[in-house]
């Protein structure tokens, strides 16, 4: 036997994220509403960059992202000194786990929390730990019970993914105030751009007011960029200058700088976007709930349904019709399924290829 090198501890027992399935045999048509992604698409401004890009791909990017965190900083009123861009906020989010998270340390969030917490954490040695959540919602009370003087950092995707629930901003608040204040606390705001609920807010402030909080922000949902792999933080300064030093120099690439900088600056866009999906989600939470489905209220671009012990049947009918749902018994939640809002056909057709699965008829 040639002998194998070893990994680190802990490496070989990670469980690979597995991406929301965009095929099906035998099915030429496919409706894909397994990875939250816009089914509008991006800024045609954005189109038009990434296109004009091509002439410039023998030069390096601009690795300080200098243009890109300046659209940012405009469209989002913050300072771009304390922002730092990403080859998808998958990046930052793991970037910032590597700096200041390792073996003996914890990772806390909460049950049903954004699995890629979990994923950074063990790749880097450190121990994953969840809290309970309430009513399908973090619970900053659980949250604040499970730190221990071992805790690094403290995710909270708001609003959650799979989940799709927000916690107020008066409770993050909470939470911020209830950690030690060498714990960081790392707001995960993909789908920030969707909220209207007035109770909400990403979480920009209390990195402002200079308590140890991260917002971490994504192209990827709202912006209809997720192919070119496009998130940003803000931090206080310090960590900033930690995670500089850290990441790829290069790591987002010249054609998603341009491309980032013309969506970010097409606001017009992402409100049209939210309005979309705003009538769509209506259109499709109430579809499910007139066919007997606990459908959990959403804030974002997807809905969750308890679909009971048949979930994973009912995902495999839809998938058989070419309508891609996403299964998240990996988020300890077997019972349920994700489901995208897509454009007004694709929705019709999911809720047609429902109305189809012999597992419903049956029920
Ligand atoms: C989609 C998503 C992200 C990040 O996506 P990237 O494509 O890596 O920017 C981060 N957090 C949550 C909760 C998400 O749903």
Redesign the pocket.
Known sequence: MPKQPTPQPGISDIAPYTPGKSKADGVSRIVKLSS?ENPWGPSPKAITAFKESAGELHRYPDGSHAALRAAIAETYKLPAAQLICGC???ELIGLLIAAYAGHGDEVLYSAHG?L?YKIYAQSHGATPVTAAEKNLTADVDALLAAVTPRTKIVFL?NPN?PTGTMLPFSEVRRLRAGLPEEVILGM?A?YAEYMTDPAYEDGVSLVTEGSNTVV?H?L??IYGL?GL?I?WAYAPTHIIDMLNRIRSPFNVNSPALEAGVAAVRDQAHVSLSRENNAVERERVSAAITEMGYHVVESHTNFVLVKFGAQAATIAAQLAKQGVMVREVAAYALPEYLRISIGTAEENTALLNALKHCAALQAA
């Open positions: 939250n998808g906020s998958d954004f890629m995707a993914n995960d993909a971490f994504t990827s949902k997720p792999r998130g």
